[in-house]
T-cell receptor, first 112, second 113 residues
Framework: DAGVTQSPTHLIKTRGQHVTLRCSPI?????VSWYQQVLGQGPQFIFQ???????GRGNFPDRFSARQFPNYSSELNVNALLLGDSALYLC???????????FGDGTRLSIL | GQQLNQSPQSMFIQEGEDVSMNCTSS?????WLWYKQDPGEGPVLLIA???AGELTSNGRLTAQFGITRKDSFLNISASIPSDVGIYFC?????????????WGAGTKLIIKP
């Protein structure tokens, strides 16, 4: 069975641009969460979605937004990119909220 | 953002040695999770703990959920080269039926040949 898949794997953008990252959960999983991982640190929670509704939001600015589609896949959007947005963006899925999350390999975003 | 206190930051050990790492927090968690992350990959779930005092094993790995619900430890017995990587603890909080994971900064395990 396929695990969590994320695309693209790597992305290079410049300051001020916007970016869309995509995630497909494990089949049957209805909850998707997004995390930002800066080099040398643990992941930081950005959003959680369940059944297409936002169920949690971390301490990130409004430039960050996300949505979940009827097939449970998800997109993370970041507007007005800053140098500090350079990080590994991880997507995780779980059967439901509160259950163990399984991660994809992430999208490495570099801002020049 | 909020992080758990995970220690040690890194460990240099000989193959065959046992390893111990822990996480502490000022907050109470309902669930403790331990993940391993290899370079260029996402974290992989190793062990999930759901009850205070719970002791759970997964092969050579053993983890415990602290009685106070504010800490957890992970032990690896008889380490092998493929154990190299970064180990993260994560505590799950529930707020208004929403769940989020709070993470430690990781323990980097290096095995000396």
């Amino acid at each position: 069975d396929a695990g969590v898949t994320q695309s693209p794997t790597h992305l290079i953008k410049t300051r001020g641009q916007h970016v869309t990252l995509r995630c497909s959960p494990i089949s049957g999983h209805k909850s998707v969460s997004w995390y930002q991982q800066v080099l040398g640190q643990g992941p930081q929670f950005i959003f959680q979605y369940y059944e297409k509704e936002e169920r949690g939001r971390g301490n990130f600015p409004d430039r960050f937004s996300a949505r979940q589609f009827p097939n449970y896949s998800s997109e993370l959007n970041v507007n007005a990119l800053l140098l500090g947005d350079s990080a590994l963006y991880l997507c995780a899925s779980s059967l439901a909220t509160g259950l163990p999350q399984h991660f994809g390999d992430g999208t490495r975003l570099s801002i020049l | 953002g909020q992080q758990l206190n995970q220690s040690p930051q890194s460990m240099f050990i000989q193959e065959g040695e046992d390893v111990s790492m822990n996480c502490t927090s000022s907050s109470i968690f309902n669930t403790w999770l331990w993940y391993k992350q290899d370079p260029g990959e996402g974290p992989v779930l190793l062990i999930a703990l759901y009850k205070a005092g719970e002791l759970t094993s997964n092969g050579r790995l053993t983890a415990q959920f602290g009685i106070t619900r504010k800490d957890s430890f992970l032990n690896i017995s008889a380490s092998i080269p493929s154990d190299v990587g970064i180990y993260f603890c994560a505590g799950q909080q529930e707020m208004d039926s929403n769940y989020q994971l709070i993470w430690g900064a990781g323990t980097k395990l290096i095995i000396k040949p």
